[in-house]
């Protein structure tokens, strides 16, 4: 075999892993990010049927 194409593809197959982490790293943190809102935006939620129910 070529040992251009071995090398060829050992870079890729080496530089696979990196890509699914960067991968995974963006999707938890979009996740976490939306999981964020979702918690201040019920908690708003939540304080202002408080205040509007004690009044």
Do not use: C, Q, Y
Not at 3 to 21: C, D, G, K, Q
Request: avoid cysteine; proline fraction near 4%; hydrophobic fraction near 45%.
């Amino acid at each position: 075999m070529n040992p251009e194409i071995l090398l060829w593809i050992f870079h890729n197959v080496s530089a696979m892993p990196r890509l699914f982490t960067k991968r995974e790293n963006e999707m938890n943190n979009h996740l976490f990010s939306k999981k964020i809102e979702e918690f201040l935006g019920n908690s708003i939620i939540s304080i202002g049927f408080m205040v509007k129910t004690s009044s």
